[in-house]
């Protein structure tokens, strides 16, 4: 058979295949007569309501039951008699013939909805004297229901004609986590759970018989070609042999990719159907690895298998969860992490509210252990017909696989066996000597073999929001080797499985995080700038920030977006927008459809326009699975896949310093100082109407803008003085902020302020508001200003003021009921220095500072979110209204983009109106 033979007849084994699981997976369970109802909202937080309905019953019943269940607390009352009161789902079956009467019935309840998804579900059957079939009443929209209980509710004959009808949430059968809380057989017909049960074992079956069709189409594929990811005008695609696509994934890790009720493979198949080609998987060793025996490898293969045959077109980034399971946990005791606090761990639990038992990242032992395991899985995988599809692996652990330590909220550091190990060979290749040592912990007892990790150190503040570089150079020591230990853990698994794979594919993980944190050090991975050097690391992903997701909010990513490119590697930002059927009361919960797309796309446009991958996440909550959201993801996908020019046109630089997080980062959490610093700073930026980049100071020489903001650069060093010297001998602006070089090696000094920054400074120890009033209003950067207040939200110290006569004070600070110089500007030459002495500032201020540094201001809009590139530009906006964009050139073309496809005058001023809660961006083509 020729090749054009063989390709044809692949194509239509294919596209039977294709059509054999569209009409599988389109298939829905059978419905049940009973449905979970609730209030006409969304389920979000404490939310009390109120159930009833009256039935009429012809005699006495002599037999049945009445089978109720709930999320959260509710109770029951059967003709105004409180029967019964519980909590979430379980709830006893009551005798029908002990509650109810002959004529009227009413049956009534109180639900209480504590947090997230709420429902009511009720099923009766009552036998009637001489009736072989039961009377049925179930849950449904003919119940009533409100926010209120007056006298007489519960009872028959209460007016209830002012109350709501119930919306339905689901049926009983639909798949969703009530349907595996309850026992369903009390809440079908005989004939409904037979038809369920069929259903179940039909689909089974489809699916096993689907399974070896795709194993065998699989198997008859060409062998896994290179994958590489390569920038098509900005923006990251994944391409392997001739078959290419957008980094614009569906997250889907925590869904089952079983053939079993649970599974979720029709929903992965209604997202491929959407046209998703990308998914994130996951793999866990605490499921696979066995203490005796082999890793059950086939398990693994069966659910990447079933997943591909609901989505044939897919391609697979793989999470490898390194956690191991119990039984390797309680072999090797000493390998884990003993928590300074002196916290009992548990091993299963929420990481972000319990101490976990885990191992040290610092274990060599479980490394080795772990490495073994994961190199061989990898292996099988790669050799597996399945694996053809997988185009990436990201292994992940730490508190919620983000590598953020176990316990880093308030239970560090890590006292063990392992990690204390790792830091006396820290200090021994640091120091050399115990006389050096002695020297820098200013101790006269302690040595390189006896060394101890400091605990409660780690929580005196003798320099308020700051560490003195000399007082606490233990603290600090331990905090470099903390980072050192998470980077060379996170490098040896990423190396272990590109070696498995023969470097075939890009390996990545949850890393890279610097805004949106207001975690402890311990929290951060500070030593973020060496992956971006490293061949271990080929991206890094990250949720934005929670803070910021709100309608109107800026959606502040937490990865430093422009250095990916700047070094090779692509970053993928993290959308998991609660959408208004999430349930979720919390970060930035949307209330309707229209809040929902406004935050869903302003994502969106925080990755394609500064060329970042993009991956919708809704955990297991379903929150996507809507056909309106699905049809927006189509609709963006095909934005992507159009190749709009997503270059960079920024005039503004954000230079983000990971060294000295830990000098300005206390071991408290949430760390409110470091979180305002760094990320409220950005948000300003966002609102400033002009486009910035984020970089790394290693990054400062590879990319040229006019206006340079230092926000945490409090610790100085001879490469970053040398960066600086160059910028001021290239006339650039310099915008630095509160301790700007102060944390020196050799101590905590405000003079030093001045060595950094051009400014002379003074530091003042002891605390007070840091905001700055405006003094002078003459100047160009604070025209319009007069008299105005900016302030951080902090009442902190140190406190920082101007000290030098040669610099033009333009605002000052209140200290001790005296005023003091505290912002200022100096010019050297051609270069001007801009120095505010408080941890913050405002986009009015940086508006201005732009405008008047030849920066391109797009918006006037103070309240409006900017993006800007090359070839795509627009805006998220709270309040929406009338607004106008005005382009640095004019424009041969201007189509909008979203919220839906329009064209618009050529020109250099773009005029339009957005809705509430909106997002608009539009192509552009230079002339």
Not at 171 to 197: A, C, N, P
Not at 722 to 735: D, F, N, P
Not at 755 to 780: R, W, Y
Request: net charge positive; aromatic share 12%; proline share 6%.
């Amino acid at each position: 058979m020729g090749s054009d033979s063989m390709k044809s007849c692949f194509c239509l084994i294919t596209s039977a295949l294709l059509l054999c699981a569209a009409e599988l997976y389109a298939q829905e369970p059978p419905p049940s007569q009973a449905k979970w109802i609730w209030y006409p909202e969304v389920g979000l937080k404490d939310q009390l309501r109120f159930f009833r309905r009256e039935f009429q019953l012809p005699e006495k019943p002599v037999g049945g039951t009445l089978n109720f269940s709930g999320d959260d607390v509710y109770t029951i009352w059967v003709n105004g008699r409180r029967i019964h009161r519980s909590v979430n789902f379980k709830c006893p079956p009551f005798e029908a013939e002990k509650y109810l009467k002959a004529g009227t019935n009413v049956i009534a309840a109180e639900v209480l909805n504590v947090i997230s998804g709420a429902g009511f579900l009720m099923r009766a059957e009552v036998k009637l004297p001489g009736k072989t079939e039961p009377v049925v009443w179930v849950t449904d929209r003919d119940w009533k229901c409100s926010k209120e209980s007056p006298d007489g509710w519960n009872r028959a004959g209460f007016d209830d004609s002012g109350w709501k009808s119930p919306a339905v949430i689901r049926g009983v059968t639909e798949q969703h986590t009530w349907r595996k809380m309850i026992d369903l057989r009390r809440f079908l017909s005989r004939r409904e759970y037979r038809d369920y049960r069929n259903y179940i074992a039909e689909s089974q079956d489809q699916v096993k018989k689907l399974r070896a069709e795709t194993l065998d189409r699989l198997s008859k594929e060409p062998a896994a070609p290179q994958t590489k990811v390569v920038r098509r005008n900005g923006f990251p695609w994944f391409e392997s042999g001739t078959w290419s696509f957008p980094v614009f994934l569906y997250n889907s890790v925590m869904l089952n990719t079983g053939s079993g009720p649970e599974g979720h493979l029709p929903r992965f198949r209604r997202f491929h159907d959407a046209g998703f080609r990308l998914f994130v998987t996951s793999v866990s060793l605490e499921k696979l690895w066995k203490e005796n025996g082999e890793p059950d490898f086939a398990s693994v293969e069966t659910g990447f298998l079933n997943l591909l045959s609901a989505a044939p077109e897919a391609r697979l980034l793989v999470m490898i969860d390194l956690t191991p399971p119990e039984w390797y946990v309680k072999k090797y005791p000493e390998e884990l992490i003993r928590y300074g606090s002196g916290a009992v761990p548990v091993f299963s639990g929420d990481h972000l509210r319990v101490p976990m038992k885990r191992p040290s990242m610092a274990s060599e032992r479980w490394m080795a252990d772990s490495g073994k395991v994961v190199a061989e899985l990898v292996k099988k995988l790669e050799k597996s017909p399945a694996g053809k599809r997988i185009i990436a692996y990201q292994p992940a652990y730490g508190l919620y696989w983000e590598w953020h330590y176990f316990g880093m909220p308030k239970e560090m550091p890590d006292t063990g066996k392992a990690m204390t190990l790792a830091f006396r060979d820290y200090l021994k290749r640091k120091y050399g000597t115990d006389e050096q040592l002695r020297l820098a912990w200013k101790r006269e007892n302690v040595s390189l073999n006896t060394a101890e990790v400091p605990v409660a150190e780690r929580l005196q503040r003798p320099l308020a929001a700051l560490r003195d570089p000399l007082a606490e150079r233990r603290v600090l020591d331990y905090l470099d080797c903390h980072a050192e230990v998470v980077n060379r853990c996170q490098s040896f698994f990423n190396l272990t499985v590109k070696r498995a794979a023969a470097w075939r594919v890009p390996v990545g993980n949850y890393s890279g995080y610097f805004f949106g944190m207001a975690y402890p050090a311990e929290g951060w991975q500070t030593r973020t700038p060496e992956m971006f050097r490293s061949d271990a690391v080929d991206f890094q992903a990250a949720p934005y920030s929670y803070g910021f997701r709100g309608s109107g909010a800026c959606g502040l990513p937490r990865n430093i977006f422009e250095s990916y490119a700047l070094n090779g590697k692509f970053s993928i930002l993290e959308s998991d927008a609660r959408t208004h059927l999430s349930g979720d009361p919390n970060d930035g919960h949307s209330s309707s459809l229209a809040e929902s797309v406004g935050q869903l796309t302003r994502d969106f446009c925080n990755a394609v326009t500064r060329g970042s991958g993009l991956w919708y996440y809704d955990f297991n909550g379903g929150w996507y699975d809507r056909p309106e959201y699905l049809s927006l993801f189509s609709r963006l996908m095909k934005i992507v896949q159009s190749c709009p020019d997503t270059a960079r046109r920024s005039e503004v630089a954000y230079v983000c310093d990971f060294d000295s997080v830990p000098y300005h980062t206390n071991s408290v959490n949430p760390n409110e100082f470091t979180y305002r610093l760094i990320s409220f700073t950005a948000q300003e930026l966002f609102h400033s109407g002009a486009p910035f980049d984020t970089i790394l100071w290693q990054d400062l020489n590879s990319a040229d803008y006019k206006v340079y903001v230092f926000g945490n650069s409090f610790h100085p060093t001879k490469e970053k003085l040398a960066y600086l010297e160059q910028l001021r001998k290239k006339g650039k602006v310099l915008i630095f902020l509160y301790a700007a070089g102060a944390l020196a090696d050799m101590g905590a000094d405000g003079a030093r302020v001045g060595d950094f920054t051009g400014i002379k400074a003074k530091m003042h120890l002891c605390k007070a508001e840091q905001a700055v009033t405006v003094s002078n209003a003459e100047h160009p950067y604070t025209k319009g200003l007069n008299g105005r207040k900016f302030s951080s939200g902090l009442h902190e110290g140190p406190v920082f003021t101007v000290d030098d006569p040669e610099a033009e004070v333009l605002g000052e600070i209140e200290l001790n009921g005296r005023k003091y110089p505290a912002f200022a500007v100096k010019d050297s030459g051609t270069a001007r220095m801009v120095y505010c002495s408080i941890p913050f500032m405002s986009r009015d201020l940086f508006r201005n500072i732009f405008r008047a540094s030849g920066v391109h201001i797009y918006s006037g809009n103070r309240d409006d979110v900017l993006f800007a590139g090359k070839g795509l530009v627009g805006i998220h906006t709270g309040k929406g209204g009338e607004r106008i964009l005005r382009l640095p050139y004019p424009a041969a073309k201007i189509t909008r983009l979203l919220p839906e496809r329009k064209e618009f005058p050529a020109g250099s001023a773009i005029r339009f109106t957005a809705s509430p809660a909106s997002t608009v961006l539009f192509e552009i083509h230079e002339k």
